[in-house]
């Protein structure tokens, strides 16, 4: 099993900037690529950025330019570093891990950003 535990979400003005921190611990040799996903009310689940072990990234759409994925694997954390954050960015951010061996997704308890105009 693996835990992830969020941080850093809160409330900034359209403009500013926020850093989440996903911790993960437990059977972390079964984990390969680790991201964050963010869900609006009433939306859908979308993927924000995801990283492999050996620092490889993927974003979503409209996310890169502004968004960086980062991943201290020592300390088992992955950061993002949001910029320019527009009110269309609120949501629920949510750290995910996938297990190489059995493709299963563990999901954090999600983070609040919420982004006022």
């Known amino acids: 099993q693996v835990q992830l535990v969020e941080s850093g979400g809160g409330l900034v003005q359209a403009g500013g900037s926020l850093r989440l921190t996903c911790a993960a611990s437990?059977?972390?040799?079964?984990?390969?690529?680790m991201g964050w996903y963010r869900q609006a009310p009433g939306n859908q689940r979308d993927l924000v950025a995801t990283i492999t072990r050996t620092g490889s990234t993927n974003y979503g759409d409209s996310m890169q330019g502004r968004f960086t994925i980062s991943r201290d694997n020592a300390k088992n954390t992955v950061y993002l570093q949001m910029n320019s954050l527009k009110p269309e960015d609120t949501a629920v951010y949510y750290c995910?891990?996938?297990?190489?061996?059995?493709?299963?997704?563990?999901w954090g308890q999600g983070t609040q950003v919420t982004v006022s105009s």
């Open positions: 995910n891990a996938v297990d190489v061996f059995t493709a299963d997704n563990y």
């Open positions: 437990g059977t972390i040799f079964r984990i390969n690529v």
